[in-house]
Structures are given as C-alpha cells and as structure tokens.
C-alpha cells in the first residue's frame, strides 16, 4: 500500500488549500480515511474522519474549516481546506486504515503566513 500526498504549499491567512492523496494498492471505498498534521515537536494529531457509511467528523480546530472527500473512481482522499489560520502550519498526512493496519503517506507541508 502507498499513499502519496499532493497540493501542499504556502498560504496567506484567510486562504484556502485543497490538499489530495492518492492510494495505491488498497481500494479505498471499503476502508476508513483519515487526514493528519503534526507541528514541529508535537505529537500527530487526527483532524479529519471519514469512516465506511458514516458521516465525516473533524476536530474542533477545523471544524466548519476543512472538509474531508473520498472519490473512489480515482483512488483518492481530499481535504479542502478554508479560512486558513496561522496555527494551521503543519504537515499534513493522509492515513488509511484496513484490518488493523495503519498507512501513512509521506507528507506534505502547508505553511499558512499571517
């Protein structure tokens, strides 16, 4: 299974970002979905949740902020990120999760500016 994030960058306040994953090696309409970030320091934190047949849920920092998708035909997790804040710099980190295993992509920075 490989996971390979994409749509990173630099952002003024205020902006948005769409970030997206691509999965290989799993199909993802029969597995739970998950967006992360980790700042320098801290621990990984889950932001976005997108469990089979269940609504999306989000942590209460992105909440009404960020929006987390699945498009099964293209193998792909998206999170659409609005309104963004300076305490959105993170790396974020797409995760899916299958029998008990857990995948992780690589990363990919977003840098929001004030």
């Known amino acids: 299974v490989q996971l390979l994030e994409s749509g990173g960058g630099v952002v003024q306040a205020g902006g948005s970002l769409g970030l997206s994953c691509l999965v290989s090696?799993?199909?993802?309409?029969?597995?739970?979905v998950f967006w992360g970030r980790q700042e320098p320091g801290k621990e990984r934190e889950v932001v976005a949740t997108?469990?089979?047949?269940?609504?999306?849920m989000y942590a209460d920092s992105v909440k009404g902020r960020f929006t987390i998708s699945r498009d099964s035909a293209k193998n792909t997790i998206n999170l659409q990120m609005n309104s963004l804040k300076p305490e959105d710099t993170a790396i974020y980190y797409c995760?899916?999760?299958?029998?008990?295993?857990?995948?992780w992509g690589q990363g990919t920075q977003v840098t929001v500016s004030s």
């Open positions: 995760d899916v999760r299958n029998l008990g295993a857990s995948y």
């Open positions: 090696g799993l199909a993802l309409s029969s597995v739970d």
């Open positions: 997108l469990r089979r047949g269940s609504s999306a």
